[in-house]
């Protein structure tokens, strides 16, 4: 009876394996495609890419789709366009920031990211 979500590498062959093995869910692992923003808009385009195919894998599937690992304000207004996208992990950067702005002003400012697409 509880919920069991499957940290993976944005890959289909990966969602694949999670679902096999009766996974939930997954938790594309971030990271990749946070470097890439870091580049650029184009390598963030491309990287997100990935992101696309392994979130399509995991709803053919029938397993629901969250991401983690460095997440910031900055690469998730892109980020929360992945279809089929129901959950974000962030902790390190939504605590990072609130040593700045305080805890309410940084769960506000991460909510309001997260938030629906424009």
């Known amino acids: 009876g509880i919920r069991v979500s499957l ?3 944005p890959l289909p062959d990966a969602v694949a394996l999670a679902a096999d093995l009766g ?6 692992y971030t990271e ?5 923003f870091e580049q650029g808009a184009a390598a963030a385009a491309e990287s997100f890419v990935g992101y696309l195919a392994a979130a399509q894998a995991a709803h053919e599937r029938g397993l629901g789709v969250n991401a983690g690992h460095d997440l910031d304000l900055s690469n998730l207004p892109l ?3 992945l279809p089929h996208l129901e959950e974000v992990s962030i902790g390190h ?6 040593l700045f ?15 629906p697409p424009a």
């Open 7 to 9: 940290f993976v590498d």
């Open 79 to 81: 980020f929360r366009t």
């Open 93 to 98: 950067a939504l605590m990072s920031q609130a």
């Open 32 to 36: 990749p495609f946070a470097r890439a």
């Open 23 to 28: 996974a939930d869910r997954v938790e594309l």
């Open 101 to 115: 702005v305080g805890l309410p002003a940084a769960v506000r400012a991460y909510l309001a990211a997260v938030g």
